[in-house]
Every structure is written in structure tokens, then in C-alpha cells.
């Protein structure tokens, strides 16, 4: 299977700068698409960001110019690179692949703990 595991998270005041990171580990054959999830309290999970294995990239219009996605395949790393942040960043961050593992041909989604980014006033 595939674990992941996130780091980077902490406490920042508002218009500062973290930077996220999720590796993946376990009998991985291919990683397809990785991305960065998040969810505030009270709130559903939402797309943040993600990247395909090729480099393409997608964001969500509320992070668009402030996050930046990138991904090292080498290391089955994904990153996040967070600028300018608001309050409104403030939630638990969870990293996800898309990866082809084990003995099972067919892809499935795998998801991190989750890392949690709060932003103050």
C-alpha cells in the first residue's frame, strides 16, 4: 500500500509564508496525480491544489497567485508552497496521490493524516 506523510504545518501570522511537504512511501508502482486538500472546522474538504505526474498544474481561484504547487518524482514528494496567507487558510491540510500500488493494477486514492496551517490576524 502507500503511506504519506505531510509536513510544514504550523502557526504563521497572516500575510506570512509555510511551506508544505507530503511524501510517499510503500510498494508504489506510479503516482499519478498528487494534490493538497483542506478542511476548516465545520467546513466540507475542499481541492486546494494538485499536480499531475506530467506537471500540470490546477488551483482553487481562492488560492490562485499565492500557492504554489510542485512535485519531486524522484522522491515521491509533493509540495506546497503557501504566500500571503489569509485567516481564511487557517485548516487541516491533507495530502493526496493518486498511485498505482501492490499487486493491483487499477489506481486508487490514498490520503495523508492531514498537517494543520493556522494563520492569525
Known amino acids: 500500500q502507500v503511506k504519506l506523510v505531510e509536513s510544514g504545518g504550523g502557526l504563521v501570522q497572516a500575510g506570512g509564508s509555510l511551506r508544505l511537504s507530503c511524501v510517499a512511501s510503500g510498494s508504489i508502482y506510479t503516482i499519478n496525480a498528487m494534490g493538497w486538500y483542506r478542511q476548516a472546522p465545520g467546513k466540507e474538504r475542499e481541492s486546494v491544489s494538485s499536480?499531475?505526474?506530467?506537471?500540470?498544474?490546477n488551483y482553487a481561484d481562492s488560492v490562485k497567485g499565492r500557492f504554489t504547487i510542485s512535485r519531486d518524482n524522484a522522491k515521491n514528494t509533493v509540495y506546497l508552497q503557501m504566500n500571503s496567507l489569509k485567516p481564511e487558510d487557517t485548516a487541516v491540510y491533507y495530502c493526496?496521490?493518486?498511485?498505482?500500488?501492490?499487486?493491483?493494477?487499477?489506481?486508487?486514492?490514498?490520503w495523508g493524516q492531514g498537517t494543520q496551517v493556522t494563520v492569525s490576524s
Open positions: 493526496n496521490a493518486e498511485a498505482i500500488a501492490g499487486v493491483s493494477p487499477r489506481p486508487y486514492d490514498y
Open positions: 499536480i499531475t505526474s506530467g506537471g500540470s498544474t
